[in-house]
């Protein structure tokens, strides 16, 4: 059993080895092993052990230049966790080694022959044809139960329709947990005891318990199943039970969770629509004084949040996982630099949620959160620049949840003091600079690293961060001038 679930459609769905070998135009011949294996991604090493150039999943394709020891060279592929071996006969061999098909046959590992008129790049091609036709199959699946969810939920009995549904697009049963365990509603085919057994016990799993799982995964009589807990706060939990789990399953069971809670989430008051409203007015520019009476007194805390599956639940997937409808989705995280490769002032969105401060806030799968300090109604502001540098630092340092840490050398600064400073320092960098120094300084000067967080070429970091030197005028190995301009970046 496994306490996480992908959190959205991978950016290209595996493919299975049998769709390639029924590509006539490339020739292809299973050898050994089975076909009804997945592959993520194809990889060509001629190296005499490939292990340390694996990433696990791929279609291993080589002529065999320093294929000295079969057996061993075999051993080293499935212990990598390759899917399957595609062996060119020209120009080094002109039949496969014996010793090899021998190897993958004992091992189980997939042998495919490519022949002498098909070139590597050919069958790199197909596959990732092959990724983008399931890939844009999984869009539009994912889109048409979205809509028909929402459907669903429009319907005069929402809960069961909306379980249909979700049944239905998954082809397999949804059931409905009570807080004690009890099956409340339930749609779709009947399965065996015994996955009914097993999911009402991944059910239980969840809860309402603070900190405690949000998803869970696991195997029972036979079937893939899953439970997700509902963010109503009564402990309901969704229970899926299907013969498979396609990339694009977890999204749409993402909306109905949302769905569900929404429509299972008790009547909302006279207290909590005065309190949703004077929210709006605060954002809108009221005085805090003026709406403290209506907001209540508090403790608050302020949530930004950054990143989600890009589906359109997945603010309000946010919100009810959180446990509050007080959400806004509309603006920026103040000071936030564009990411390597996003145009200079093209901010990704963030969300801000405010909680009541009692409430848990604990890191969630597919966002990175930035938590202020439980402050009262007058205190929002400060508490809304609180979460917003706490977004920040996650985002450098790549955490998951970073909260605003009282005290220290920033808090001896006056905020605007600290951001004129900033400003006045930095001047000189684009914002393309000054962010490469950002994410440079995050990672103590790892060039590799810093590449990598910002998917450019190392070289490209190099001459960045010494074009910044120069126009900053600034010795970038000074310990001293490094903590100057983390300061400004991070008071921007």
Not at 116 to 135: D, G, I, Q, Y
Not at 146 to 164: D, F, I, K, N, Y
Not at 265 to 278: K, L, N, S, V
């Amino acid at each position: 059993m496994t306490s996480a679930e992908p959190a959205a459609t991978p950016p290209a769905p595996p493919v299975s080895l049998t769709a390639l070998l029924a590509r006539r135009d490339l020739g292809l011949r299973l050898l050994a092993g089975p076909e009804d294996v997945s592959i993520h991604w194809v990889h060509t090493s001629e190296m005499a052990d490939p292990y340390p150039y694996l990433l696990g999943g791929e279609l291993l394709m080589t002529a065999g230049v320093q294929l000295a020891d079969p057996a061993h060279y075999v051993e080293r592929v499935v212990e990598a966790g390759a899917a399957a071996l595609a062996f060119g006969v020209t120009p080094v061999y002109d039949t496969v080694p014996a010793e090899l098909v021998e190897a993958c046959a004992r091992h189980g590992l997939p042998l495919v022959e490519v022949p002498p008129r098909t070139p590597f790049t050919a069958v790199a091609r197909a596959l990732w044809r092959l990724m983008a036709e399931a890939r844009l199959y999984e869009l539009r699946r994912v889109t048409e139960a979205q809509q028909s969810l929402a459907a669903a939920a429009a319907r005069p009995t929402p809960v069961p329709a909306v379980l249909g549904a979700l049944a239905s697009r998954l082809g397999g049963r949804a059931v409905l947990f009570a807080a004690d365990g009890t099956p409340s509603v339930a749609a779709g085919r009947e399965v065996p005891a015994e996955a009914t057994r097993a999911l009402r016990d991944l059910a239980g799993v969840l809860g309402p318990r603070p900190g405690g799982p949000a998803s869970a995964g696991g195997d029972g009589g036979g079937l893939r199943l899953a439970a997700y807990a509902l963010g109503g706060g009564d402990g309901l939990t969704l229970g899926v039970a299907t013969e498979r789990r396609g990339p694009g399953d977890h999204t749409i069971a993402g909306v109905a969770v949302v769905l569900l809670s929404l429509l299972t989430a008790p009547h909302r008051g006279a207290d909590a629509t005065a309190r949703d409203g004077a929210l709006v007015r605060l954002l809108l520019g009221a005085a805090p004084a003026e709406i403290a009476g209506t907001l209540g007194p508090g403790p608050w805390t302020v949530v930004h949040a950054r990143g989600g599956d890009g589906t359109p639940f997945a603010a309000a997937g946010l919100a009810a996982a959180l446990g509050t409808p007080l959400m806004d989705t509309g603006g920026t995280a103040p000071g936030t630099a564009s990411a390597g490769g996003t145009a200079p002032g093209a901010a990704l969105r963030a969300v801000r949620l405010l909680l009541p401060a009692p409430s848990p806030v604990t890191a969630q799968s597919g966002w990175t959160l930035g938590v202020s300090a439980p402050v009262d109604a007058a205190g929002l502001a400060a508490a809304d620049a609180q979460a917003a540098r706490a977004l920040r630092r996650a985002e450098a340092t790549g955490a998951d949840l970073v909260r605003h840490r009282p005290g220290g050398l920033a808090a001896l600064v006056d905020p605007d003091e600290a951001t004129a400073h900033a400003r006045a320092l930095l001047a000189p960098l684009s914002e393309p600079l000054a962010e490469t120094l950002r994410v440079w300084l995050s990672l103590h000067g790892g060039w590799d690293r810093t590449a990598a967080a910002m998917d450019i070429h190392r070289n490209t970091v190099r001459q960045r961060i010494t074009r910044c030197a120069a126009l900053l005028d600034r010795d970038l190995d000074d310990p001293d001038v490094r903590m100057e301009l983390w300061f400004a970046l991070t008071s921007r």
